[in-house]
């Protein structure tokens, strides 16, 4: 199985970058997934990656992998405060990542 | 419905009783999961039906936890003598094909263990 981490908690300014991490140990998985979850509501999936890429943008997020680190990464480029979420990686649907707590500061 | 749907929304039971948590997933989707979130941790998978094939159980914690899906649709994830550890969020997702497609999530159950 994959064992998977996460910071727990990341707060930055307004209008700042956000770079939420996550690193994994199995490298099997061939989707890897990025969810947002807000408070009281479900899960969202925000972007995926396949495993043979390095990258995807898509608007104000850029995803990286970084196969050789085994470390996973979503960009959130002029963050703002509906952001504000818990966010979490996810490889194959199966193994999630702890969650990062991000807070958005006006 | 539009959406995945789980009821109850919350659950308080007794410790050693048994409790049942259904799942109605979206119409057509033929993948559905079963997850655990507990305080401070991330999702735990727990079980994942696809279609008429065997279920994968390989995320269920112990023998108490067990999950069917009938006729390819609802499913119901029942936990026997619950224990005050079970206390968690139990979400659970559908999907229209494999690993490889979104997955929607329900709101989740949140069961406490007294």
């Known amino acids: 199985g994959e064992d998977v981490e996460q910071s727990l908690f990341l707060s930055v300014r307004e209008g700042d970058s956000s770079v939420i991490n996550c690193t994994y140990t199995?490298?099997?998985?061939?989707?890897l997934y990025w969810y947002k979850q807000e408070p009281g509501a479900g899960l969202q999936l925000l972007t995926y990656?396949?495993?043979?890429?390095d990258m995807k943008q898509d608007q104000r997020l850029t995803v990286l992998l970084n196969k050789k680190d085994k470390h996973l990464s979503l960009r959130i480029a002029d963050t703002q405060t509906g952001d504000s979420a818990i966010y979490f990686c996810?490889?194959?649907?199966?193994?999630f990542g702890t969650g990062t707590s991000l807070t958005v500061i006006p | 419905g539009a959406g995945v749907s789980q009821s109850p929304s919350n659950k308080v039971t007794e410790k050693g009783k048994d409790v049942e948590l259904r799942c109605d997933p979206i119409?057509?989707?033929?993948?559905l999961y079963w997850y655990r979130q507990s305080l401070g941790q991330g999702l735990e998978f727990l079980i994942y039906?696809?279609?008429?094939?065997?279920?994968?159980k390989s995320g269920l914690p112990s023998d108490r936890f067990s999950a069917e899906r009938t006729g390819g649709s609802v499913s119901t994830l029942t936990i026997q003598r619950t224990q005050q550890e079970d206390s968690a969020v139990y979400l659970c997702?559908?999907?229209?094909?494999?690993?490889?497609?979104?997955?929607?999530f329900g709101q989740g159950t949140r069961l406490t263990v007294v």
């Open positions: 997702a559908s999907s229209f094909g494999t690993v490889n497609t979104e997955a929607f």
């Open positions: 199995d490298s099997s998985s061939t989707y």
């Open positions: 990656i396949f495993s043979n890429m």
């Open positions: 996810a490889f194959n649907q199966f193994y």
């Open positions: 119409s057509g989707h033929t993948a």
């Open positions: 039906f696809q279609g008429n094939s065997a279920p994968d």
